[in-house]
């Protein structure tokens, strides 16, 4: 599966979007784009994901580059307890291992 | 519904002792995954159960550690003659599988292993 990169720590103030950067520029073609958080002490949740077409869901939105090897994570209007660290992942779908990389801690301030 | 759960949530052991560390996952998710996070890392792989198929072990980091899963649902972690190394996180996931296809993992609470 392709590496991501992100950045390790990001602010964002409440009520604001965040977006969260991602880059995987060795993306291959049958790899999806996951993303997961993890809010201090709890597992890992999962948020959405995506092949190549932008998706959201009741969380969050995901874009997809057209070329595929960055994405950004969106919250529309994040709040207190959306600090968390934010993993994006890439792997083939029915390959069950993900590769965890160190995620970007996100804190959202008042 | 009930998510995955974990027992104990805690667990302090001296060095050399075994530990077993429970994992329930979430009914009908035929697939249940093993992790380990130190702190302030990613998640470590350590092992794949999917129904009747062998698991995969390739993550497991020593014989010394060894998983089973009972039944097809519940599964427990062994770690003998702990070290101070092996203290971590212990993570468990479950996720369907549609066509022999897993799909979104659903992760646990954790249990937070400490070897003195």
């Known amino acids: 599966d392709a590496k991501t990169t992100q950045p390790t720590s990001m602010d964002c103030a409440e009520g604001r979007a965040a977006n969260l950067p991602c880059n995987h520029s060795?993306?291959?073609?049958?790899?999806?784009v996951y993303w997961y958080r993890q809010i201090h002490s709890q597992g890992p949740q999962y948020i959405i994901h995506?092949?190549?077409?932008?998706e959201t869901n009741e969380m969050a939105s995901l874009i997809i580059t057209e070329d595929r090897k960055s994405s950004t994570l969106i919250l529309p209007h994040a709040t207190l307890r959306d600090t968390a660290v934010y993993y994006c992942?890439?792997?083939?779908?029915?390959?069950?291992?993900?590769?965890w990389g160190a995620g970007t801690k996100l804190i959202i301030k008042p | 519904g009930a998510g995955v759960s974990q027992s104990p949530s805690n667990k302090v052991t001296e060095k050399g002792k075994d530990v077993e560390l429970r994992c329930d996952p979430i009914s009908g998710h035929t697939a249940l995954y093993w992790y380990r996070q130190s702190l302030g890392q990613g998640l470590e792989f350590l092992i794949y159960?999917?129904?009747?198929?062998?698991?995969?072990k390739s993550g497991l980091p020593s014989d010394r550690f060894s998983a089973e899963r009972t039944g097809g649902s519940v599964s427990t972690l062994t770690i003998q003659r702990t070290q101070q190394e092996d203290s971590a996180v212990y993570l468990c996931?479950?996720?369907?599988?549609?066509?022999?296809?897993?799909?979104?993992?659903?992760f646990g609470p954790g249990t937070r292993l400490t070897v003195t």
């Open positions: 060795t993306i291959s073609g049958n790899e999806y």
């Open positions: 996931a479950s996720s369907l599988t549609v066509g022999g296809r897993p799909y979104e993992q659903y």
């Open positions: 995506g092949l190549k077409n932008n």
């Open positions: 992942i890439v792997r083939v779908v029915g390959n069950y291992q993900l590769i």
């Open positions: 159960f999917q129904g009747n198929s062998a698991p995969d």
